[in-house]
């Protein structure tokens, strides 16, 4: 007990605390009615999006690797876990089962496009880097783009550019190039989703405390000096970079399985920024502040809803407003002086 | 005799992706910051010079010129008010505030103008010239963008290194630090270079649109991505290889789409930018880094 | 520390004045009489396709006030943004539904529709989308079972596709060799191209030229022209919308390739796209239910109204949504709905009128609709002529 609350290990209960307690409340508020449509149909979303987000901050936080593409694997899980339920659906009825062979398996495949993309990816640095895992999310994005993929009672049907499925008896189209997966089962979950984010954390944290974590950061810090004391920086952060895309994948494949449409460009180059968004947001390195900022963001586009039109548009400024106000020192005095007016007496028991 | 023709709109569309590439990568050579703002600032050049040639009736070069005024007003703008304040801040922050005046840019043009495209008035008209007995026909569109991207490379390389503030911009790209110890005003030649590559935007805006007329709040986004890539292509922060890259994309998506497939062009085109990024990691004529211990 | 805190602060800051926001502003609501039916709406209110989403919008609100100056029956509506993204369309449902919609016009956009016909189906809302063509919209693909409670005012695209084929046969004066460009990320512009070219090849129409282009490559069109040019298409097929279209006429235009140009309902409107060259249009076929020059009174009013209010020419998109409500209207009149039942009620005897009336509109008369959730009602062919639709005459 002394242990997970030494100074070490205080903010990694928080965050579990914190993910434990969320869950609780949500879903005590779901079971009673209380929660509205509107925010059962997110609490699916922001479980992905945070998964994907402790994913990237491994990345881009501890591994120092700034990936444009982190998309591209959430897309590769994604239809993985669609095509993998999808051709179970007829002999596993059970659909959380269904749901965990699927995670697994879009975890698997996204990690072997990670070690794939990995292998040249690693080898360039700094903006160059990012700008290859850019291309590659695209790349990833059009090849699914045009893919098919249909079963009937002869087997497995794929085909590629052009459709030409030719499905026969109890044929059914399980991707359709551009137009993506149709009339997919809604097999994920709010318990799901916190199972994974719960997960990814001892994953990540595990690997931060460890030795090879060490490792990482020690090579993000300066490459030539871990280097010279003998940590194989490729390896490293090859094994950064796998997990990271493993936990995208697991968090696309919830994602797919939680809409009846899922279609590819859904997971573009902006989708890959707006992750980015809430990692740097959240704190590099900061997996509590990756949750906290995820949840946030993805709620704001909807509580702005009632401004209509604008909501867009503010939710622009709102993003530009926190980056300059978070790390322009003179901006930031101006406002924790009006903060700090308004919070005298709170501060003393925080 | 096709091959040569789509080999000519490949230049062509290549000429544009390398005016845009410019602004990328002279913004990124000083700033050291990747602008992803640049692309719709194209985008209100595009509306600007339309409602400049609809609206009030300019013919092209004045509204040209009143986009390229426009766009380099408001690149300073967006540098003073959200660039310039995070010049201490890491470069992640300043990434995700250009992306924030993207969608700013965006949805501010979707408020103002609506959603709907409108179709640019064709500037160069529809004028052809016929060689080989009629079997190649080149318009006027494609020529006049192919000479003003050379044109607009000249007139930059002698600016870059035949004048002070040229000299300056280059001192800035190499050491900044070392740049402030020799007098040089770094802010201001901060806001040259975001005033220079938005007046690029400007005119690729123009010569963008002629060619393929549909202005929309989302025009830019596709093709500022495709002239980063470009930029980076060719090696970025480089003059000569925004052009090469941009020359090089354009050509190899027309082509791609011709022979290959329209649908996989895109893949293609990334595919390229991955393979000369292993071979060459900094791009085509990029400097190499080298690395301080 | 403080930072983070100073971000925390700014981020509650940020979500308590849109909470108040929200409450201030419960979102489009139109009219907020007692008594008024709450009708839902969603679709692509900002973003790259947000034109469609507007129009639907429009068109219905100016029906809405007309109903309701009518005064038989009251409805109110509340426009939802789902960006045209089929993982948005259900957060825009849940808003909806937590407002307490009773009937909804559906999503406008196919993809976004096709994500939340489960849950009208599930909740027992009735929904009729103006504008959501494609079959998923109203059948389930993994079940081949039709949803029930959602059903469509516009054509499905497969019905275009072959009616299309059909007429392209039985008028070979306009042409023998046909090019195809068409949007292969679209699901309308995917199901009319797919019918058609199967039809094609029954009727024996010569498709020389089938290339595609999508969202990411929307704007250079030169490749695709070249090709139809080059194999010698005398017809050129745009089962599209009419921005797009407007692109490959210019296109067409500046290498001097003059084929005859056939489409259907996406390129209505394109008459009204700004800046453009409306000569270039001159001679374009099209299969479309609705056009804005009918000289029928009701049309005649709508575009009139619709001008005045937004000042453009309306498009099928707000032409479809306009009848929508008119077909709720008549239905709850016959149908004695009130503003005081549940939206299941409401459904059951709405799906029992629809598909028992006949309705008439101004993107059909005598339309009526199968079980299913189709309508059924007549393309008019229509070509472009000194700049103004006009009705062919077979």
């Known amino acids: 007990m002394k242990k997970i609350f030494d100074k070490k290990h205080i903010s990694r209960t928080t965050t579990y605390l914190m993910v434990v307690i969320a869950y609780i409340v949500l879903t005590i508020l779901q079971k009673t009615d209380n929660l509205g449509s509107l925010f059962s149909s997110l609490l699916v979303p922001v479980c992905c999006y945070i998964v994907a987000g402790i994913g990237l901050n491994l990345n881009v936080g501890i591994s120092g690797e700034l990936n444009l593409g982190q998309a591209g694997f959430m897309s590769v899980g994604a239809f993985a876990g669609i095509i993998i339920s999808g051709l179970l659906s007829p002999i596993i009825s059970s659909g959380v089962i269904r749901l965990i062979i699927a995670i697994i398996t879009g975890a698997l495949v996204a990690a072997l496009f990670g070690y794939l993309i990995g292998i040249p990816v690693l080898k360039l640095q700094g903006d160059y880097l990012a700008i290859v895992t850019l291309a590659f999310g695209q790349i990833i994005m059009s090849l699914i783009n045009n893919f098919y993929i249909g079963v009937d009672n002869n087997g497995i049907q794929m085909s590629f550019v052009d459709n030409k499925l030719n499905l026969g008896d109890g044929g059914r189209v399980l991707i359709s190039g551009p137009m993506g997966a149709n009339g997919v089962e809604r097999i994920s979950n709010f318990t799901m989703g916190i199972i994974l984010v719960i997960i990814s954390l001892i994953i990540v944290y595990n690997l931060m405390y460890s030795k090879q974590g060490r490792a990482i950061m020690a090579a993000r810090d300066n490459r030539i000096a871990a280097e010279s004391i003998g940590i194989n920086i490729s390896k490293t952060k090859m094994l950064a970079f796998v997990i990271s895309a493993s936990l995208a994948g697991a968090a696309g494949a919830l994602y797919g399985l939680n809409f009846s449409t899922v279609i590819p460009t859904k997971f573009d180059f902006n989708t890959s920024i707006l992750i980015l968004v809430y990692v740097v947001l959240g704190g590099l390195g900061n997996m509590k502040g990756t949750i906290i900022s995820t949840t946030l963001l993805v709620l704001l586009p909807e509580l702005l809803r009632g401004l209509q039109t604008y909501r867009m548009i503010i939710y622009a400024v709102v993003l530009i407003m926190i980056m300059l106000v978070s790390n322009n020192d003179q901006l930031k005095n101006m406002f924790s002086k009006v903060f700090a007016k308004n919070k005298k007496g709170v501060e003393d028991v925080s | ?293 | 520390m403080t930072m983070k805190k100073l971000l925390k602060g700014g981020l509650a800051a940020v979500m308590a004045l849109s909470m108040y926001a929200c409450s201030a502003n419960s979102g489009g609501s139109s009219s907020s009489d007692g008594g008024a039916i709450k009708l839902g709406m969603s679709g692509p209110l900002s973003g790259g396709a947000a034109i469609y989403g507007q129009a639907v919008q429009r068109g219905a609100e100016i029906a809405i006030e007309e109903v309701n100056e009518a005064g038989k029956v009251k409805f109110e509506l509340n426009a939802q943004d789902d960006e045209a993204d089929p993982t948005k369309s259900p957060n825009a449902y849940g808003v909806l539904k937590d407002w307490g919609m009773q009937v909804s016009l559906g999503c406008v956009t196919s993809g976004a529709g096709s994500a939340v016909s489960a849950d009208y189906q599930n909740d027992k809302i009735f929904a009729m989308t103006p504008s959501g063509s494609s079959m998923d919209v109203i059948l389930n693909s993994a079940t081949n079972e039709y949803y029930g409670t959602v059903f469509q005012m516009c054509f499905t695209d497969p019905n275009q596709g072959v009616a299309s084929a059909d007429y392209l046969s039985a008028h070979s004066d306009l042409g023998s060799k046909v090019a195809v460009i068409w949007k292969n990320d679209d699901n309308y512009s995917t199901g009319v191209h797919d019918k058609f070219v199967e039809e094609a090849n029954k009727v024996g129409l010569e498709i020389v030229s089938d290339s595609t282009f999508n969202d990411s490559n929307d704007s250079d069109f030169s490749v695709q022209i070249k090709a139809a040019q080059d194999s010698g298409a005398d017809i050129l097929f745009l089962p599209i919308y009419y921005e797009p279209a407007a692109a490959i006429l210019v296109a067409a235009d500046q290498v001097g390739y003059k084929p005859t140009v056939f489409g259907v309902d996406g390129l209505d409107g394109i008459l009204g796209v700004e800046g453009f060259d409306t000569s270039l249009a001159e001679g374009v076929y099209l299969l479309t239910p609705f056009s804005a020059d009918a000289t029928d009174e009701k049309t005649v009013n709508f575009v009139k109204k619709y001008q005045e209010k937004y000042g453009e020419i309306p498009n099928q998109f707000a032409a479809d949504a306009y009848d929508v409500v008119y077909a709720f209207a008549k239905a709850c009149e016959e149908g004695g709905v009130t503003a005081d039942m549940s939206a299941s009620d409401i459904a059951e005897i709405m799906v029992k009128q629809f598909t028992s009336m006949t309705f008439d509109g101004i993107t059909g008369t005598g339309m009526t609709w199968a079980e299913t959730g189709e309508v059924s009602k007549d393309p008019k062919a229509m070509v472009i002529k000194d700049g103004a639709y006009v009705g062919v005459q077979d």
């Open chain 2, 1 to 293: 005799m096709a091959f040569l023709s789509y080999l000519i709109s490949g230049l062509s569309l290549g000429s544009v992706y390398a005016i845009i590439a410019l602004g990328y990568s002279m913004v990124y050579g000083i700033a050291k910051m990747l602008n992803f703002a640049h692309g719709d600032v194209i985008m209100i050049g595009a509306y600007v010079s339309y409602f400049a040639m609809t609206l009030m009736g300019f013919p092209f070069y004045i509204a040209l010129l009143v986009a390229v005024f426009a766009c380099t007003i408001l690149g300073v703008t967006i540098e003073r008010l959200a660039y310039k304040p995070l010049r201490q801040a890491p470069s992640l922050a300043v990434l995700i505030t250009a992306i924030g005046v993207s969608y700013f840019l965006q949805n501010g043009a979707q408020l103002l103008w609506s959603a709907s495209a409108k179709m640019y008035p064709n500037a160069f008209g529809n004028g052809q010239i016929k060689m080989f007995n009629g079997e190649l026909s080149i318009s006027y569109t494609t020529i006049i963008t192919i000479l003003v991207c050379i044109l607009v490379m000249i007139c930059l390389t002698l600016f870059i290194n035949k004048t002070k503030t040229g000299s300056a911009m280059r001192a800035c790209s190499e050491d900044k630090g070392a740049a402030t110890l020799m007098g040089i005003n770094v802010n201001k030649i901060i806001s040259i270079t975001f005033a220079i590559g938005s007046g690029l935007a400007a005119i690729a805006a123009v010569l963008l649109c002629s060619q393929y007329p549909t202005v929309s709040p989302t025009l830019g986004s596709m093709p500022g991505i495709k002239a980063f890539t470009a930029a980076v292509f060719g090696g970025i922060g480089s003059i000569p290889g925004a052009l090469l890259g941009g020359l090089a994309l354009g050509i190899i998506e027309t082509l791609t789409k011709a022979y290959i497939s329209t649908q996989l062009s895109d893949a293609i085109v990334f595919a390229v930018l991955i393979i000369v990024l292993l071979i060459k990691p900094t791009g085509l004529l990029g400097k190499k880094i080298s690395e301080k211990v």
